[in-house]
């Protein structure tokens, strides 16, 4: 997808981040007539749009670096893979049913099942003229955990992170993605959750749209609910492979 010189910068990588977008977004079944552009945007990836009669406005985030800096070889893969990631999000993320999580609040939610949903179609061969696309989304989701579970306070047995750790144990259990993801999840996580995860992991052939997500992610709230002593709703801000920001009007 991007050029393979060893050292690229980050304008280099936004322009062949829009490039590749005008071009497969197109190739994918978009509009020829819909307009992208790119931003800068803290640490992950995120995509918006703004609709104008028929024709979508499409802002692509990607993480920020130093204008002046020279990148390696494995962070121009890292912004290929969060490009292909938001590209899956403009051609089959529903923003109806995104806005809809949100007034819901489980936005994070049914965002962790959506980023499944997609890129489980998006390896399975959906996705034309990517033919890296799996091997760009596994570095994406291995390099995401390295990130965030170094973080301080890290712990899957938190229930304010289930939504961060649901979206990495499908990754696992599902695409069977390679990653430091640990084998023994099911002993880290909070244990009288285990039954959400297993509904989800069960559920996840069955999603077919945005709308099947939120579904799933309500009873997962409903489940939620009827925990003992559960401070609040499986929420997290935490980043996880990207996200389709709320606004698509």
């Known amino acids: 997808m991007f ?37 800068p945007y803290p640490e992950t990836a995120a995509i918006s749009c703004s609709t104008y009669g028929t024709v979508k406005n499409w802002l692509l985030f990607m993480p920020a670096f130093d204008p002046n800096t020279l ?8 912004i290929a893979a969060y490009t292909v990631h938001e ?16 007034i819901a609040g489980i936005h994070s939610l049914v965002n962790a099942l959506e980023d499944n949903r997609i890129e489980y179609r998006a390896i399975k061969g959906d996705l034309v003229n990517v033919s890296e696309a799996s ?13 965030d579970s170094k973080k301080p306070g890290f712990d899957l047995a938190n229930p304010n992170s289930f939504a961060f750790a649901l979206n990495l144990v499908i990754f696992h259990e599902r695409h069977k993605y390679v990653s430091n993801f640990p084998k023994d999840w099911r002993k ?13 992991l069960a559920e996840f052939g069955k999603l077919k749209s945005t709308a099947d997500c939120l579904a799933l992610a309500k009873r997962l709230q409903a489940m939620a609910s009827a925990l003992p002593q559960q401070p609040q709703q499986p929420q997290t801000d935490r980043p996880q492979q990207g996200r389709p920001c709320p606004k698509c009007e």
């Open 3 to 39: 050029s393979r010189q060893k050292y690229v910068t980050p304008l280099e990588l936004y322009e062949a981040a829009l490039n590749a977008c005008q071009t497969l977004y197109v190739a994918n079944g978009g509009s020829r007539h819909d307009t992208w552009k790119v931003r």
């Open 135 to 147: 091997q760009l989304l596994q570095m994406l989701n291995a390099y995401i955990w390295d990130r």
């Open 188 to 200: 880290r996580v909070r244990q009288d959750m285990l039954p959400m995860f297993d509904l989800a």
């Open 71 to 78: 990148l390696p070889r494995w962070k121009a893969e890292l």
């Open 87 to 102: 590209l899956l999000h403009t051609l089959w993320t529903d923003f109806d049913a995104v806005k809809q999580s949100t």
